[in-house]
């Protein structure tokens, strides 16, 4: 193993699943790094210990998956603004003199994602929906703001939870009673599921399209399946669908540049990549 050997990681409880592993080794193979992304399993009452052992043990940093992102906000010696901002970390990078920098990358996930496959949404056109009150919801409703949204509206199965949403962000989000989401769709250029609703394993999301435009683009933070009853629905009525495994791909870009000095692409090679996992699982 030489000097320039580049180690990173994503710790999670449970990891197991994770399909980082794929996408940055295929990342490292094509650029001809020597380096491993590898799965690290820790506990929640081990982040602390396991963060700080990084320096020692050579990692150049590691990606936060549930249910860890939020612990680790207070954990790292630097916080990006925008983590703070969402409330969560799940990228970290090890500096040069050992501390730790505290990242998220999912709001610019989301959003080039969006970009790439619909390209004809245009923040400035209407308002957005955004399903869920969790982590990714407060990454997306971050990320569309900064796009300049001109109104967000939040609906979650528990009201609190949209309300504190709400009251972190600013009075462009409207929150709206989840029995009333079927007419929150009214006049709508983005609907975004950011629920576990429609996972695998999970009950589907009940939200009839009627009231929703025929020129809105619908996208779904679920990748297991790749094409959500949500998603099915919205592409059989003609909306233009965006899947979530393209935000799992480009929040990994960030990540993989400061670990391993070179800014990393999707390509399609690296989406079958992805996606033969899923065949395979």
């Not at 990228?91 to 496959?117: C, K, M």
């Not at 009201?159 to 079927?182: C, Q, T, Y």
């Amino acid at each position: 193993m030489s000097e320039s050997y580049r180690l990173a990681g994503v710790m999670g409880w449970p990891v197991a699943h994770s399909r980082s592993p794929v996408m940055h080794r295929y990342w490292l193979a094509h650029h001809g790094i020597e380096g491993d992304y590898v799965k690290l399993p820790v506990r929640p009452e081990n982040l602390a210990r396991a963060l700080r052992a990084l320096p020692a043990l050579g990692l150049a940093g590691c990606n936060l998956t549930i249910p860890l992102k939020e612990q680790a906000l207070a954990l790292v010696d630097r916080l990006d603004p925008l983590a703070r901002r969402i409330g969560a970390v799940n990228t970290i990078a090890v500096a040069a003199d050992g501390s730790l920098e505290g990242a998220n990358t999912d709001a610019f996930g989301f959003i080039e994602n969006l970009r790439a496959e619909a390209p004809q949404w245009r923040a400035n056109v209407g308002a957005a929906l955004v399903l869920g009150a969790g982590g990714g919801a407060r990454a997306v409703v971050a990320a569309l703001l900064d796009e300049g949204v001109p109104e967000v509206r939040l609906a979650n199965r528990n009201l609190e939870r949209a309300d504190a949403l709400a009251v972190s962000f600013g009075d462009k989000i409207r929150v709206v009673p989840w029995d009333h989401r079927a007419r929150a769709l009214a006049k709508l250029a983005l609907l975004v599921n950011a629920t576990s609703l429609g996972m695998a394993g999970s009950v589907p999301l009940d939200l009839p399209l009627g009231a929703l435009p025929a020129e809105a683009v619908v996208a779904d933070l679920v990748y297991v399946p790749l094409i959500t009853p949500l998603l099915a629905a919205a592409r059989e009525r003609g909306n233009a669908i965006v899947d979530g495994l393209g935000m799992l791909m480009h929040q990994g870009r960030p990540g993989f540049a400061a670990w391993f000095g070179v800014k990393p692409e999707v390509t399609p090679e690296l989406r079958k990549r992805m996606l033969a996992t899923f065949a395979a699982s």
